[in-house]
């Protein structure tokens, strides 16, 4: 197992669309919805299921896909982060005046 995985881009936002938990996730739907192929996604949870980051809970042939309470403060820490990266970079608060 290697750690780095989490800090990939397309990781990242499977672990960010689980945190809606009002969608019953499977690794078909995660796949889609992330622009990830079935395999790619199907391997990442495979690895964050070792981890304890995610688990999967079978509904017949159905195996629903949600994160464990340790994915889920991983996910609200990525969320943080997210959102401070993605906001612009701020503007001088004030720009030099021009010397008299």
Request: hydrophobic share 40%; glycine share 6%.
């Amino acid at each position: 197992m290697s750690g780095p995985i989490l800090i990939k881009e397309k990781q990242v936002r499977i672990l960010l669309l689980l945190k809606n938990n009002q969608q019953a996730w499977r690794i078909g739907t995660l796949a889609v919805a992330s622009g990830t192929t079935y395999v790619h996604t199907h391997n990442f949870l495979k690895s964050c299921s070792a981890l304890g980051i995610t688990s999967m809970e079978k509904h017949g042939k159905i195996k629903e896909i949600k994160l464990t309470e340790k994915g889920s403060q991983l996910a609200d820490s990525l969320a943080v982060v997210y959102a401070a990266i993605s906001q612009p970079p701020q503007q001088a608060k004030q720009e030099e005046k021009p010397a008299k």
